[in-house]
């Protein structure tokens, strides 16, 4: 993999100009001293380094991971926004960090977010201000643009459904072991769901979010498995069933897309197969995807989208932990390592997820998460995904992630953030 500088100042200068709106006439690299040199082995050698410096924006500190103050100058911005920033927009990160977890994923723990513990933090977004800042003093007219329809930042709402025909089994699962007398009653309801065919509890649990988001007007994102397997959905798109689910759904004016299986990150084949069947159960189906077990790989899985015409891609964060996987706190597109360009699909980065909580209820701070979000909303303007599936809403396994769903609805609706 070979890099250049100019490739690398296009595609940072894109972005910036993407998220301000400035004269086309100034030439914003001149604004900033440039960093030395720039190569793979420069960009690997981040990972040596005991400590990145520190710059401070507001009230938090910023890491800076390549920094020369050889030629210290007055007039220009004391570091490479663009440089430093292309190490996480671009997907570089996860390209010289070779570890992988379990899923083949690119682990948390290994990256610099949780290293200097900034995950929270937009990285790209606060250089990107600090040179809008720097511009401001040559009276250099520059300013956030909006990124939502109708206002200045967008949360969007989405859910991927993975199970609509087990809740039975996890219901009768977790009455017994509770070895309560009123157990008995959601066994029996269960055992006569799976008898009668009515509908399942996880199939409740959907139609109840249906239900609310209906009340509240929100365009939320619906997307689903087209393949059914074991690690894969438990339902089949082409069942009547899920005519019905598709067809509630569009009266809710939300949108279906692609929750792309287990074996697809990997494999454009298998990929395609899953589009062409969930296009075939449901047309209006929009060229959209989000990553089963968010299982996402930088070398494959972009070109993928590439060759498959996907649009947009819903995947990029973290199982772990809620931020920014890729340090932007809005729409951007990957880095083509080829090509020395822009990949064309949409990322919008995952800020959250249910698992967040689930996986660390014991030590996750719901008000710290807010103080997070209110700090971003105030500084920044931002659009990412949010994620719950369908399986919090019933009284089961995951139901204690449910009050943060709709606390986040009441503070997206306080804020205007819905559209
Ligand atoms: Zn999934």
């Known amino acids: 993999m070979t890099l250049n500088r100019q490739a690398i100042y296009n595609y940072m200068e894109g972005h910036f100009r993407d998220y301000y709106e400035l004269s086309s006439n100034i030439s914003v690299t ?47 911005l004391n570091f490479d ?94 009455s017994l072991r509770s070895k309560k007398i009123s157990a008995f009653v959601p066994i029996m309801k269960a055992l006569q769901q799976k008898l009668t065919g009515s509908d399942d509890y996880y199939t409740e649990a959907f139609y ?39 067809s509630d759904i569009f009266k809710n004016n939300a949108n279906i897309g692609l929750h792309a299986g287990y074996d697809t990150f990997q494999n454009s084949q298998e990929f395609e197969r899953q589009i062409n069947a969930l296009e075939k159960a449901c047309p209006k189906t929009l060229k959209i995807n989000r990553q089963h077990f968010l299982r996402f790989d930088i070398k494959t899985t972009p070109d993928i989208y590439k060759e498959l015409n996907i649009q947009t891609d819903y995947t990029l964060g973290f199982p772990n932990d809620y931020g920014f996987r890729n340090g932007i706190c809005g729409p951007f597109h990957l880095f083509d390592f080829n090509n020395h360009k822009s990949y064309n699909c949409i990322e919008i980065p995952l ?48 139901h204690d992630a449910a009050p943060i769903f709709y606390e986040l609805i009441k503070y997206a609706k306080g804020n205007n953030l819905l559209y």
Do not use: C
Not at 89 to 112: A, T, W
Not at 208 to 222: A, G, R
């Open 30 to 76: 001149d604004y900033f001293i440039q960093y030395g040199s720039v190569s793979l082995i420069e960009f690997t050698n981040i990972l040596q380094y005991p400590d990145p410096f520190w710059f401070t924006y507001e009230d938090k500190k910023i890491p800076v991971f390549l920094y020369s103050n050889a030629n210290e100058s007055e007039n220009k």
């Open 81 to 174: 926004p663009f440089i430093n920033g292309f190490f996480f927009l671009s997907g570089l990160q996860e390209h010289i960090i070779q570890e992988r977890d379990i899923h083949q994923r690119f682990p948390f723990v290994k990256s610099l977010q949780y290293r200097f513990n900034f995950l929270h933090l937009p990285i790209v977004n606060i250089y990107f201000e600090l040179l809008a800042q720097h511009l401001k003093k040559f009276n250099i007219a520059v300013q956030q643009k909006p990124l939502g329809t109708k206002s200045k930042s967008h949360m969007i709402i989405t859910h991927d459904i993975d199970r609509l025909n087990s809740g039975w089994v996890e219901m009768i699962g977790v």
């Open 208 to 246: 109840k979010l249906l239900h609310f988001e209906k009340q509240q007007q929100i365009p939320s994102v619906f997307f689903f498995l087209s393949n059914k397997s074991k690690k894969d959905g438990d339902y089949d798109v082409h069942s009547s069933k899920m005519q019905n689910i598709f």
């Open 351 to 398: 800020f959250f997820m249910d698992n967040n909580f689930i996986n660390h209820r014991e030590s996750f701070n719901v008000n710290l998460f807010f103080e997070n979000l209110n700090w971003i909303n105030k500084h920044f303007n931002f659009k990412v995904s949010i994620l719950f599936h369908n399986t919090v809403f019933i009284k089961i396994k995951y």
